[in-house]
């Protein structure tokens, strides 16, 4: 297995169907197993057990789809983004979509340590007016903290969600379906998550939305 | 009609591993619905994690996929999260790959490998809307057939299947398949009565329903007759002559499953004779994968996988003739792309721990050897065929190799077994336990797991009843007292599900209604110990007047007939008896390669051998 390290690739990909179930663990093994079916040169970390370098920037909450994933990987041999793009491809499953490629600065930063925050559009049905759901952002929006508590390592414990909302808007509304767009910050404090904001709105039971991850917000000072 | 994207999605929000549910895995293939002319859904009763580990259902997907006019999806059984959903919404159990309802159909198979599994078929069927009973089904109905190591007693489950496939199915199910395109072709004439019938046939199929048992007034069997014309008395495993095709484009699961790697086949059958196994009994004659072959295989597999690991598969890898030149080769080009291979069955010598040595792949997991007894006398009464100087060489090797764990597996309760035989096996533990702590240091582990023999349908020991508790729980804690040592870890197997398994692999039809009467009480997933609930197989029993212990604990006479005895592994009776006189007497019979000892598959088989040609099986 080869350990060189010639070039790194930055990959955007989207997730939709069977792959939204999946872990962030699961979805690694997948890459990988697609980029040896594509014979991809990879480069393997050393020692005693190798596995190749992959590093996806934001993991993707289970149940969510996407637009925007961004995994980086190291080649211990050159290649062209776009030839890289099309053997990838075609071994990519049903629900992974190569979006873009690029090549970036074997040195450059991590973007998962530059992450600020994530744009999501939030579907959801319930039985209630656009206006109804516009009220109630509005006044959620005015709070100046929202205290809620999050599960973590086993117990429960305070947070604030409305710092975590950068922006939360009402989209539209067809036939009870209702549409919002979220920017939500990450942190070291962790990250807002839509569904959290759908709670926090009163708005529907679980599994009643879907939310697509839109767009990745990441930089040195703000993105 | 199949279930909508997003009505599913409202589903899988709500329980753990929703992956389970989805489908659309690398590899997995989605027909035209309405091109196929039979559609057949491949079921597994256990979760999907369990149920894509199954090699036998990867082969059948493949095969009957690569007709144009049949169509075969995959169903496993639902965790008790979405069985909630599923009743609470109204929804039917749905296939993964078009989502249509189990109930929409022509053919379920379910693959029975495992009689703890026997709650969660009827589940399934419920969940389909399917009626469980095979006698309440109407010609709408789809076809309900099993196949799999546990139809070699298919009794206890006689009420529910339409036919069981005994044997190996790469065969008999596309010939199953055809006659049941003909029959619905041809405007479904005559009903199921009709299409069982003719199914009926075909040898390697069983139709519990054109069977009568009669039973003695002890509750022995006093026969089992055909009830209606060409039916035969008994029935005949079916077997491959030669080994298909390697399955080389089996599903990638994305989700991560018991086994995550790729399967070779490299052999079938086994030549060593153990008389407790099953396996090694029902899966005769012996037919190895030719190397070249096997290399093949590899090649495509991992090309069109993408796995890093693939599993040579059989029920004794060190046995193949070509076996070191296997794993040289496979190693050698695949070295790249960091090849690991696993060797699931070992045997004990020193031939192995340079196996494994070639692979490296167990450093970590420790290697693994299965003693089974731990007196040589006990040894050969199992007929293991290996003295404790064949497993202290191995065990020494491989510490000397630089392994420093070592896994060992051993049986409380086998036939003729005393209190002396199990001190032996702590005796055993304490040597190989020095002989690490010498060779390598401290550090050493030896990882013991002891399982509870449970006596088998066609094998020598289904004469044999199972161990009474007390003297099992006896031996496990003797040992226990004994092997208290640093570095020595022991598992147990749990004696409720021990019990279950003894009573439905050995049990009649009239367990049909116990099975029932403990999934309506609410019995499913047995197999898990968290779910297993013994009181209410005990309660079922009882109520219908039968009592376990005949079953599972009493030593059978000579010439009592059997509930499978009209099912015919090949492997004749009068061997079988032979072979269980031998063990009480403490004889060994060696590796049939070296020897025959008229098992009776030669001639059960000849047809067979014949079509095999030149790749006929080893036996002498």
Redesign the interface.
């Known amino acids: 297995m080869r350990t060189e390290i010639v070039q790194r690739l930055r990959v955007t990909f989207g997730v939709d169907g069977p792959l939204r179930y999946i872990s962030v663990l699961d979805m690694g093994r997948l890459w990988e197993r697609l980029l040896r079916r594509a014979r991809i040169p990879l480069a393997y970390t050393q020692g005693f057990n190798p596995h190749p370098r992959l590093q996806f920037a934001s993991p993707l909450p289970v149940g969510y789809s996407s637009e925007c994933e961004l995994l980086d990987l190291w080649l211990a041999e050159r290649m062209e983004p776009m030839q890289f793009a099309a053997m990838a491809r075609d071994q990519a499953p049903r629900g992974l979509t190569i979006l873009q490629v690029e090549e970036v600065f074997l040195g450059a930063p991590a973007p998962q340590a530059l992450m600020h925050a994530a744009h999501y559009r939030v579907r959801f049905w319930a039985e209630i007016s656009g206006e109804d759901v516009e009220r109630a952002l509005d006044r959620l929006l005015k709070q100046p903290s929202l205290v809620r508590q999050r599960q973590k390592k086993g117990h429960l414990a305070d947070y604030d969600l409305r710092p975590l909302i950068q922006e939360a808007r009402y989209l539209s509304s067809e036939g009870g379906y209702h549409e919002l767009y979220m920017i939500l910050r990450t942190g070291a404090e962790g990250a807002g998550r839509p569904e959290e904001v759908l709670e926090a709105l009163g708005l529907p039971a679980i599994g009643n939305y879907t939310i697509h991850r839109v767009r990745l917000v990441w930089g040195a000072k703000g993105g | 009609m199949s279930l909508s994207?997003?009505r599913l999605?409202?589903?899988?929000?709500?329980v753990q591993k929703?992956?389970r549910y989805?489908?659309?895995?690398?590899n997995s293939v989605i027909k035209d619905w309405g091109q196929a002319a039979v559609r057949l859904a491949l079921c597994y009763p256990e979760t999907y994690e369990i149920g894509m580990s199954n090699l036998g259902l990867a082969i059948l997907y493949d095969l009957v996929n690569r007709r144009p006019e049949f169509l075969a999806e995959r169903a496993y059984a639902p965790w008790v999260d979405m069985e909630d959903i599923l009743r609470a919404e109204g929804l039917p159990l749905f296939s993964l790959e078009t989502r249509h309802s189990l109930k929409e159909f022509d053919v379920l198979g379910f693959s029975l490998q495992h009689e703890l599994n026997y709650t969660n078929v009827l589940n399934m069927l419920d969940l389909a809307g399917i009626p469980l009973f095979a006698g309440e089904r109407s010609a709408q109905d789809p076809l309900v057939i099993a196949g799999g190591s546990c139809t070699y007693n298919p009794e206890p489950l006689a009420d529910f299947f339409d036919l069981f496939v005994i044997g190996e199915g790469e065969e008999v199910l596309l010939e199953l398949l055809e006659a049941f395109r003909e029959w619905k072709e041809g405007g479904r004439p005559g009903g199921r009565g009709e299409l069982l019938a003719r199914l009926a046939r075909i040898p390697g199929i069983y139709v519990p329903g054109l069977y009568r048992v009669r039973y003695n007034a002890d509750g022995t069997v006093a026969a089992i007759e055909p009830a209606a014309e060409g039916v035969p008395a008994r029935v005949r495993k079916r077997i491959v002559p030669v080994l298909g095709p390697v399955p080389t484009r089996p599903i990638?699961p994305?989700?991560?499953v018991v086994h995550?790697r790729g399967n070779v086949e490299i052999q079938r059958g086994c030549s060593r004779g153990c008389r407790f196994c099953q396996a090694g009994m029902i899966y005769r004659p012996i037919r190895e994968r030719p190397v070249p072959e096997v290399l093949r295989a590899i090649d495509d597999l991992?090309?069109?996988?993408?796995?890093?690991e693939v599993a040579l598969v059989s029920l004794s890898s060190s046995d193949h003739s070509g076996i070191a030149e296997i794993i040289s080769q496979a190693m050698a080009r695949h070295?790249?792309?960091?090849l690991a291979i696993s060797l699931p069955s070992l045997r004990i010598d020193s031939f192995s721990v340079r196996l494994a040595e070639m692979i490296q792949a167990t450093r970590k997991t420790g290697l693994t050897f299965a003693p089974e007894a731990g007196s040589q006398r006990l040894r050969d009464v199992i007929n293991k065929g290996v003295t404790e100087e064949d497993l202290l060489r191995t065990t020494e090797a491989a510490f000397a190799s630089g392994w420093n764990r070592i896994k060992l597996y051993f049986m409380l309760g086998l036939p003729t077994e005393t209190d002396e035989d199990v001190l032996e096996i702590a005796r055993l533990i304490r040597e190989i336990r020095a002989q690490g702590r010498a060779l390598r240091d401290r550090a050493v582990e030896i990882g013991v797991s002891v399982a509870t023999f449970v006596p088998k349908p066609h094998t020598p020991f289904q004469w044999t009843g199972l161990a009474p508790r007390e003297v099992v729980e006896h031996r496990q804690s003797l040992l226990r007292e004994q092997t208290r040592l640093r570095g020595v870890e022991l598992g147990w197997s749990d004696w409720e599900s021990t019990w279950l398994e003894a009573v439905l692999s050995r049990g009649d039809r009239r367990l049909g209604a116990v099975i029932y009467r403990a999934w309506r009480a609410g019995a499913r997933f047995d197999a898990w110990s968290e779910h297993l609930r013994p009181e209410l197989w005990r309660e079922a029993l009882a109520a219908e007047g039968l009592k376990a212990d005949f079953y599972a604990h009493r030593e059978r006479e000579e010439g009592e007939l059997f509930p499978w005895e009209h099912i015919d592994a090949g492997v004749s009776r009068r061997f079988l008896w032979r072979e269980y006189r031998k063990a009480r007497e403490g004889r060994l019979s060696p590796d049939c390669r070296a020897g025959c000892h008229d098992c009776g598959i030669l001639s059960a088989l000849a047809e067979e051998r014949a079509r095999a040609g030149e790749h006929a099986w080893g036996c002498p």
């Open positions: 994207d997003e999605h409202a589903l899988l929000c709500r929703p992956a989805v489908g659309g895995e690398w990638v994305a989700l991560q995550d991992l090309a069109c996988t993408g796995y890093s070295a790249e792309e960091g």
